[in-house]
């Protein structure tokens, strides 16, 4: 497995996409590293509140895919320099200054995890 550290992986993360959508907050993850799978989606955290699979959907060309739906037998398939827009079933959070970190498994890569910093507005 490859071990891919933070710093590379923040270059994925599109500065100032923290954002509300009807469905709850959302970020953009941009593949600039190749094409790649990913098994599973752990989690997302937002200043240490933690979001199952259950509340997360990647969303690619307009397709959704549930975060429990994704694994081993049903990859998620991303292609370089493909936006992937990840979206959080949560509508209470205020604007401000988040730490996020996105946990999931790559086939490539095994587990990822990425840490970021971000700004939520409205």
């Not at 959704?64 to 959070?93: H, K, R, W, Y």
Request: glycine share 8%; proline share 6%.
């Amino acid at each position: 497995m490859t071990v891919i550290p933070n710093f590379i992986l923040k270059r994925m993360y599109k500065a100032g996409s923290l954002r509300k959508l009807p469905e709850g907050i959302g970020f953009d993850i941009v593949n600039n590293l190749g094409p790649g799978q990913i098994s599973l989606v752990q989690s997302i955290s937002l200043n240490e509140k933690v979001y199952p699979p259950a509340q997360i959907f990647l969303v690619v060309n307009g397709v959704s895919m549930a975060g429990t739906s994704i694994s081993e037998e049903n990859p998620a398939t991303f292609f370089l320099n493909q936006v992937i827009t990840c979206v959080i079933e949560d509508t209470s959070l205020p604007e401000g200054s988040y730490d996020i970190k996105l946990d999931l498994v790559s086939r490539e890569a095994g587990k990822v995890s990425l840490s970021v910093q971000d700004s939520l507005r409205g």
